[in-house]
């Protein structure tokens, strides 16, 4: 075969290979895949006790498609201008890497490409890129961030959990920051005013932790630290502890507790360790434990002296949210361990 002849084969070959391997990856990959840019990652629905509970499908959560009405299922394929609506349950819409809608119970809310036209409830957003939010004449614009949306129709409150957005009304525009809240109208006859600022400042993270619990429920496993000191051993002492709480059902945690410390008026180390429950009310929560402390004494002429105690405290613990995972946590403990105790600490928890 001439040479020129053997090259050209060998080219149309490798050609048809490229083609025949390109043709059977687009055949493995299902056509949903492709053609999805959005898809129902999450359904949730009370029991009959008021629980939500994940489900695969339910009637509560509809796809308005042009003249169909679909029951939502769990990795349902969105297509642009779904409108998705909750009755008695929730869902969460993935948009792509990062981006989702978590949107809650009786909620109204058509998905287009970075556009959301909401109706109706209470919606949170968490946005990586450029996107607008639509809520009667109410139009948040955000460059990527975390906020909610909330509305009964007649009035609209914007709420930034992190980031920047920027709220427009017939009557002007306001920048919100982190844990920002405005309340407008959402009619066509809204206030010639711009957004009004939170009146509460102080009120703000207790709002933002809020929101972030009814869209995301109570932490499933928070991990953190605590630095503190009081009164340990029958004097001054200080005090680090790594903490984790494992949520057991609703409000109610597991806690563990190491921890590592000054032994009061002695010289050596107390090592407690923890274990107990804790129970949230509100922006706090109420715990007990029971707790064996490892004391290591250094005694007169290079003795030692090891023991191990047993006891119990009772604690106090608040948080202040510096993010949807991150806040700052102050816990307030009091209890009998060996001899009576009492501390403050102050540190940093992350939910998982």
Known sequence: MPEH??????????????????????????????AAWAEVAELTAADAQGRWRPVATTTQVSVLRGDQRLPATRGMALQEGDRIVTDDARARVVLGRGEALTIAEHTDVEVRARTALQRLG????TLQSTFVVQYGT?????????????????TVTVTVIEGHVRV?????????????SVAT????????EAPPSAPDPAARPVLAA???EQAFGPPRVELGFVA???LDNGGAAAQLRLSGRVRVAGALRLTLDTGLGSNGPNEGLRLPQGLGLELGVGPLAFGAQTVATFELARLGCNGSY????????????????????????AVLRGGYVQRPLADLGIGLAVAL
């Open 5 to 34: 002849r053997a090259v050209s084969f060998w080219i149309d070959c490798y050609v048809l290979h490229r083609l025949f391997l390109t043709l059977l990856l687009l055949g493995a990959v299902p056509s949903r895949a492709l």
């Open 122 to 125: 209470q919606v949170y957003y």
């Open 138 to 154: 109410v139009q948040t614009a955000v460059d990527g961030t975390e906020f909610v949306v909330d509305g009964d129709g007649a």
């Open 168 to 180: 427009s009304t017939s009557g002007g525009q306001a920048r919100l920051g982190r844990w920002d």
């Open 185 to 192: 109208s959402a009619g066509e006859g809204a206030s010639g």
């Open 210 to 212: 809020r929101l972030v």
């Open 228 to 230: 503190g000191v009081g």
């Open 306 to 329: 090891t023991a191990v105690h047993i006891g119990g405290v009772g604690s106090v613990r608040g948080a202040l949210p510096l993010s949807r995972r991150v806040s700052i946590q």
